[in-house]
């Protein structure tokens, strides 16, 4: 099979992985509990940590040194404009999080609560599919610092945080009174940005190769911020915050050992 194929069809894992995690409305009768919901957010939190650092930090860093740029700078540069970039969009997007009726973002009374619960997933999706279109883009351009399983790795990696994420986002959507058919929708559609963004990137990547560590770098930044800004302080509401703790270090040590044995 040949890179482009692959691509193509790795593009659409971490789709695969939302549209899976939405579709539990269809088999979870209930409201998921603050204890599950805290540990799947603490799980997506350890895979996206893990991810940042091995599969786009670290290969950032090598790829300055190959070229002769300081190490740090692609990785301090790229990371802080990727933080900064989610945070002008957290300011600017209207959005609401499952953990407070107060929307951020630019105010709206037009947008309904739903579809701002929907805007927050889509918003934190948009550097994960940036995340799966740079490292792709490098494996493309043939970069020996990016292999062909290293870029499939993060893709499956993406997927399985998208899981319960995919899950989180539908399922409170049923318990505010929305039919399960439209909250699967709804979780899908959120997922739908992550290969737009991860195809946007690869043009811009392929043209612009050089900024190629910068752009690593910067999707770390922009995932991290989600983790930081979103997924830790959601999946801390409830009273037992050590499930989401071990959430974390369970997501994290499984996509260090993926990338690490596989990458």
Same mark, same amino acid.
């Given at each position: 099979?040949? /890179?482009? $194929?692959? !691509?193509?069809?790795?593009?659409?894992?971490?789709?695969?992985? @939302?549209?899976?995690? &939405? %579709? *539990?409305? #269809?088999?979870?009768?209930?409201?998921?509990?603050?204890?599950?919901?805290?540990?799947?957010?603490?799980?997506?939190?350890?895979?996206?940590?893990?991810?940042?650092?091995?599969?786009?930090?670290?290969?950032?860093? /090598?790829? $300055?040194? !190959?070229?002769?740029?300081?190490?740090?700078?692609?990785?301090? @540069?790229?990371?802080? &404009? %990727? *933080?900064? #970039?989610?945070?002008?969009?957290?300011?600017?997007?209207?959005?609401?999080?499952?953990?407070?009726?107060?929307?951020?973002?630019?105010?709206?009374?037009?947008?309904?609560?739903?579809?701002?619960?929907?805007?927050?997933?889509?918003?934190?999706?948009?550097?994960?599919?940036?995340?799966?279109?740079?490292?792709?883009?490098?494996?493309?351009?043939?970069?020996?610092?990016?292999?062909?399983?290293?870029?499939?790795?993060?893709?499956?990696?993406?997927?399985?945080?998208?899981?319960?994420?995919?899950?989180?986002?539908?399922?409170?959507?049923?318990?505010?009174?929305?039919?399960?058919?439209?909250?699967?929708?709804?979780?899908?559609?959120?997922?739908?940005?992550?290969?737009?963004?991860?195809?946007?990137?690869?043009?811009?990547?392929?043209?612009?190769?050089?900024?190629?560590?910068?752009?690593?770098?910067?999707?770390?930044?922009?995932?991290?911020?989600?983790?930081?800004?979103?997924?830790?302080?959601?999946?801390?509401?409830?009273?037992?915050?050590?499930?989401?703790?071990?959430?974390?270090?369970?997501?994290?040590?499984?996509?260090?050992?993926?990338?690490?044995?596989?990458?």
């Amino acid at each position: 099979m040949s /890179d482009i $194929a692959v !691509t193509a069809i790795s593009l659409l894992i971490p789709l695969i992985g @939302t549209t899976l995690g &939405s %579709g *539990m409305v #269809f088999f979870l009768k209930k409201e998921m509990s603050a204890r599950l919901r805290g540990a799947l957010l603490g799980f997506a939190s350890g895979v996206m940590i893990a991810a940042s650092v091995w599969s786009l930090l670290i290969p950032s860093i /090598d790829m $300055a040194e !190959t070229v002769g740029v300081p190490a740090w700078l692609p990785a301090a @540069t790229g990371f802080l &404009s %990727g *933080m900064l #970039f989610l945070l002008v969009l957290d300011s600017l997007i209207p959005h609401l999080h499952l953990d407070t009726d107060e929307p951020e973002g630019v105010k709206s009374e037009n947008i309904s609560r739903s579809l701002m619960l929907v805007l927050a997933v889509t918003l934190h999706n948009i550097p994960e599919g940036m995340a799966v279109g740079v490292v792709f883009a490098g494996m493309l351009s043939g970069n020996v610092e990016i292999t062909a399983a290293s870029a499939i790795v993060l893709s499956v990696g993406i997927a399985l945080q998208n899981f319960p994420e995919g899950a989180i986002i539908s399922m409170p959507l049923v318990g505010s009174g929305i039919s399960k058919g439209k909250a699967f929708r709804y979780g899908f559609i959120s997922g739908v940005v992550e290969p737009v963004a991860a195809v946007l990137t690869i043009a811009l990547t392929s043209v612009i190769t050089p900024l190629l560590p910068y752009i690593l770098a910067f999707a770390a930044g922009a995932m991290i911020y989600v983790v930081v800004e979103e997924l830790i302080p959601q999946a801390q509401t409830d009273e037992h915050s050590n499930i989401a703790t071990i959430g974390v270090a369970l997501g994290f040590t499984l996509m260090m050992v993926l990338d690490i044995a596989l990458g």
